[in-house]
């Protein structure tokens, strides 16, 4: 079905601003004005949202507004940690890591929606909820630069040399060819904390059409 937003929120912890900026300023320059081989879709045409003197910087590192979606009763702990890299988690299970323990994004809501407490979600199956709440999808811009498209699942710790991310392309991509990685939807991993600043919190249901 459709999204329908109950709440939404902007998110802005402290330190995220300054370190997101400066791996984003390092991937900018070591991208040296090429372009990026592969882009995420369902991209705004504009970014109102981004300072215009930071347009290029987006643009030439290939930052894009991406989807992660979580079980409910994580949020809090993400607002106060950030996202963290599965080797530095200590007792919790990962699901769909199908190209290594980097940090997951979509490029498609439909794609993050099975990781969190929607009812007979693909991943969570609903669980992780709270009473009265609906599911909840945080938005981050992730620095994406030249990403490596990934022939197929496979076990990466960090992009091969001369990429900064890993692209699980799916069927859905116009690259595909139908092949794409395996996967049915575009998956991009990276393997830094700081490629990736959370942006927004959306609190929502699905609504059948």
């Known amino acids: 079905g459709s999204m329908k937003i109950l709440n939404l929120w902007k998110v802005d912890r402290f330190g995220d601003d300054e370190k997101f900026s400066k791996e984003q300023n390092k991937i900018y320059n070591e991208m040296n004005g ?24 987006f643009e030439v590192s290939n930052t894009a507004l991406l989807f992660h979606g979580l079980c409910t009763v994580n949020v809090k702990g993400i607002l106060e940690k950030s996202l963290l890299l599965p080797k530095q988690l200590v007792g919790v299970s990962i699901n769909g890591a199908m190209f290594g323990p980097g940090l997951y994004w979509a490029d498609d809501w439909k794609k993050s929606s099975g990781y969190t407490s929607l009812r007979g979600s693909i991943w969570s199956g609903g669980g992780g909820g709270v009473s009265s709440r609906g599911a ?22 960090s992009p091969p040399k001369g990429s900064h991310c890993v692209f699980g392309m799916g069927y859905n991509h116009p690259s595909s060819n139908n092949r794409g990685s395996g996967v049915q939807n575009n998956e ?3 393997f ?13 249901e699905t609504v059948r059409r």
């Open 34 to 57: 090429k372009q990026a081989t592969e882009r995420p879709l369902f991209q705004p045409d504009k970014r109102h949202d981004v300072n215009p003197k930071r347009q290029e910087v």
């Open 136 to 157: 909840f999808m945080f938005a981050a811009d992730v620095t994406l630069g030249q990403p490596y498209v990934a022939p197929g699942p496979k076990g990466f710790t």
């Open 188 to 190: 991009w991993i990276v």
């Open 192 to 204: 830094q904390n700081a490629q990736s600043r959370l942006k927004y919190l959306a609190e929502f």
